[in-house]
């Protein structure tokens, strides 16, 4: 497995990777290379890598266990679980189901950058503020990525665990990962090591460059 890493670290010209399999019985960790190209600080089991838009599948598992929790399905309406969330244009937003926002499908477009700072209704009022803009194609018609899908995604799991999708997501993941596998806070991540994000491969002989941001508004966690 180190092999295999090594040749796709070579490949890729990334600073460091950590891969963990479950086997069904334990979590084997592999390990290669640095956090970062200043510090060149090794890649261990307890380094935090940033989840960018894997953040969606943790959030699609977690809404889905929330939906079979309350025996609702993926064909549920959205505003069935949130009715605050209305119709805003002639592409009815009443017609999105989960599977919609789930499968990239619901309409919603995705260049749009909403952040409502860190309080407990940050992702609500973002939520809202989302399906207030002109849908793209009614339901179901048109596929066009959208992390925006994922931010009402998120907001469906808070209302049905009654929880912050931060609580929420760190309760069901560490079920299955253990404690502090995942989180949305900065400043959960600031008191373990942590790996510096890099956005594309570097030219031969300069060093990778580190993305611009580091931690996406508070709202836009539960997509990446």
């Known amino acids: ?16 990777v950590s891969l ?3 086997d069904g019985n334990r979590l084997r960790c592999f390990n290669r290379g640095i956090c970062d ?21 943790v959030t699609a598992f977690a809404l889905l266990e929330a939906l079979a929790d309350r025996g609702l399905s993926v064909d549920t309406p959205v505003v069935a679980i949130a009715p605050d969330l209305k119709a805003s244009n002639e592409y009815a937003f009443h017609d ?17 950058w909403v952040d409502f700072g860190r309080g407990d209704c940050a992702r609500r009022m973002a939520a809202r503020a989302v399906v207030a803009t002109p ?11 959208s992390g925006l899908g994922f931010l009402v ?6 209302i049905l665990s009654g929880m912050s999708w931060e609580e929420h997501v760190s309760t069901t993941v560490a079920k299955y990962l253990g404690p502090h596998s995942v989180s949305a806070r900065p400043e959960d991540i600031l008191l373990r090591p942590s790996a510096t994000g890099y956005v594309a491969r570097p030219k031969p002989g300069e060093v990778p460059a580190a993305a611009a941001r580091w931690y996406a508004p508070l709202a836009l966690s539960s997509g990446g």
């Not at 619901?106 to 260049?111: A, E, K, N």
């Not at 995604?153 to 808070?158: I, K, M, P, S, T």
């Open 20 to 22: 963990t399999i479950d």
């Open 135 to 145: 849908l793209l194609a009614r339901p179901g018609e048109l596929f066009t990525y």
């Open 153 to 158: 995604a998120g907001y469906l799991a808070e």
């Open 37 to 57: 190209v200043r510090t060149h600080v090794p890649v261990g089991e307890e380094t935090a890598f940033q989840l960018g838009s894997v953040s969606k599948v």
């Open 1 to 16: 497995m180190l092999d295999m890493l090594t040749q796709w670290q070579e490949k890729t010209a990334a600073p460091g």
């Open 96 to 112: 999105v189901t989960v599977r919609h926002l789930l499968n990239h499908t619901s309409g919603l477009d995705s260049q749009y």
